[in-house]
């Protein structure tokens, strides 16, 4: 724990770590449609076809009751996830294994648990990271494992100067543009039940969050590098998949996503960079022999 002068201790939450819960979903052949349409995919996956992955993301949210919601439009704190009293919220990255595939059309259920609570404070202010744990079974498979990290914070001061980001890599062997536009977020917020009001509504991203723009969604990032990974390996199944979201790409600008082989050839290293270079995401992709 950091014991800067002036600062508060976060709350201890750690009475949520083993807490869990169990949810059951159809992968709805319609909604996977929906989504290869989203990414303007030429093949839409059929029912009784696998998943692709990170598209189990389109799964398991809670979609909560009008007054339950927040006034940032996630559904009101405490239920599964702890209570933390801290406004900002983000989902900072995760790890994640693909065991075995996900059929359309299929009923499947997802396990997770509360692996980790952590808080400090510091120079940036309160901090509580959450690593909240999954495992999706299909016919008593194991088809996923998941870990995902998710970091509340306080609300910065007006004041107070954005981070400089890293630059991105400039070794790609594999680069693809993406133009984002509103119409694209509003989709995925969408098709994913995300009402955080970051992505669809402006007033509110730049003047109560202070965004300068609507932000693009971290796991449509992901997705993308997700599926990034599978063309330029498309002979092999992805195994294993992280990702850490870096610094935040708008939607009034273009950013690409990139690729390269690892040394060893065994790994790729993927990367999202922004409009001026910087490093929004980075990635690490491994895959069956």
């Known amino acids: 724990m950091s014991t800067d002068a002036g600062l508060r201790e976060p709350g201890d939450y750690s009475q949520a770590i ?12 319609e ?15 059929g029912s009784g076809g696998a998943l692709p ?7 398991f949210n809670p979609f909560v009751r009008r007054r339950e919601l927040g006034v940032d439009g996630h559904p009101q704190r405490g239920g599964f996830l702890p209570d933390v009293k801290l406004p900002r919220r983000m989902w900072a990255g995760g790890r994640l294994a693909y065991l075995a595939p996900v059929p359309i059309g299929a009923t499947v259920e997802r396990e997770s648990e509360i692996a980790d609570v952590s808080a400090k404070s510091g120079r940036a202010g309160q901090l509580v990271f959450v690593t909240v744990r999954h495992r999706i079974f299909h016919a008593g498979t194991l088809c996923v494992e998941e870990e995902q990290d998710i970091v509340y914070r306080e609300a910065p001061a007006a004041d107070t100067p954005l981070p400089k980001p890293q630059p991105a890599p400039d070794q790609a062997q594999w680069s693809e543009p993406v133009t984002p536009d509103p119409v694209l977020l509003f989709r995925y917020s969408a098709l994913t039940y995300n009402g955080h ?39 092999t199944r992805l195994r294993r998949f992280e990702f850490r979201a870096m610094a935040p790409l708008f939607v009034d600008r273009g950013f690409t996503i990139e690729a390269a ?11 999202a960079k922004g409009p001026d270079g910087e ?11």
Not at 216 to 227: A, F, K, R, Y
Not at 279 to 289: G, K, P, T, V, Y
């Open 279 to 289: 490093l929004a995401m980075r990635a690490d992709a491994s895959f069956f022999e």
């Open 53 to 59: 992955p990170a598209w189990h993301w389109l799964f």
């Open 197 to 235: 009001r970051i992505h669809y509504d402006r007033p509110y991203a730049t003047g109560e969050e202070g965004y300068r723009d609507l932000v693009v969604h971290g796991p449509l990032i992901s997705t993308l590098l997700h599926g990034l990974a599978e063309r330029c390996r498309p002979k």
């Open 261 to 271: 082989q690892d040394e060893s050839n065994q790994h790729l290293n993927l990367w």
């Open 31 to 45: 909604r996977v449609s929906a989504m290869a349409n989203l990414l303007d995919l030429h093949a839409l996956p």
């Open 18 to 29: 083993g807490r869990t819960e169990r949810k059951t979903a159809v992968i709805a052949s």
